[in-house]
């Protein structure tokens, strides 16, 4: 059993009570502590920083010299696809193995139809790069598409507020190889940001799937909502 003095069990604690809450604004979350084991998690990540170092020079050549960037981003994805935010176009690379093995891998937990063309890949340099307040249609994502993020490295806060009301955030607390579903429809009533972590010294990847217009055009298959980006 866990002590109660654990700060892993009293974050697991704080996400269930966020979940909750959330549901109750009308805002479905569902969050997954271990969705990849500790040791895996550890392996992808390493595996994914290898496979980001030709995006971050391409990152580099395209954005040119600016003050320290709040975060570094890469799409990888479908042949066609486009990703955007706030007018700044990041390019679309060509699909990984790994990336490809963890979007099957999240498609065959989902049991429907799970449409992807990309997957944004933000890293998080230490505590103070950060995600400012986002949401999908400003992006360029198509509607209708269920969010699924993946978190590696070291732990980070997501706060989730919803538009609609004169609500406060609702903060969940993003461990390593956890993964976190944003259903219908909360992409469409919330935004969410990862806010700069000033005790936090090491990086954190997260991994989005999502599903973008090619060529102008949405995708054919869709489901019901907008995703964050």
């Not at 307040?133 to 919803?162: M, N, V, W, Y």
């Not at 004169?166 to 956890?178: D, E, I, K, N, T």
């Amino acid at each position: 059993m866990r002590s109660a003095n654990n700060p892993t069990a009293r974050q697991g604690v704080s996400n269930v009570a966020g979940v909750a809450q959330l549901g109750r604004l009308g805002l479905p979350v569902e969050y997954e502590p271990r969705f990849l084991a500790q040791e895996e998690a550890t392996a992808v990540l390493c595996t994914l920083f290898d496979e980001l170092t030709y995006g971050a020079e391409l990152a580099a050549r395209t954005w040119g010299r600016q003050p320290r960037l709040a975060r570094l981003e890469w799409a990888f994805g479908d042949r066609g696809s486009s990703h955007g935010r706030r007018g700044v176009d990041v390019p679309v690379l060509p699909w990984t193995p790994t990336l490809q093995a963890l979007r099957d891998r999240i498609g065959a937990r989902t049991r429907k139809p799970f449409p992807v063309s990309v997957a944004l890949v933000t890293l998080l340099r230490d505590g103070r790069d950060h995600v400012g307040s986002s949401i999908g249609p400003t992006a360029g994502l198509t509607s209708g598409q269920e969010i699924f993020s993946l978190s590696l490295g070291a732990r980070r806060d997501l706060l989730i507020r919803p538009r609609a009301r004169a609500a406060r955030s609702v903060s969940l607390s993003l461990g390593h190889g956890s993964l976190l579903v944003l259903r219908h429809p909360t992409p469409l009533r919330a935004t969410a940001e990862l806010p700069p972590a000033y005790d936090v010294e090491s990086p954190s990847l997260s991994v989005t799937f999502a599903d973008v217009f090619k060529n102008g055009v949405a995708n054919s298959v869709q489901s019901t909502q907008a995703p964050f980006a």
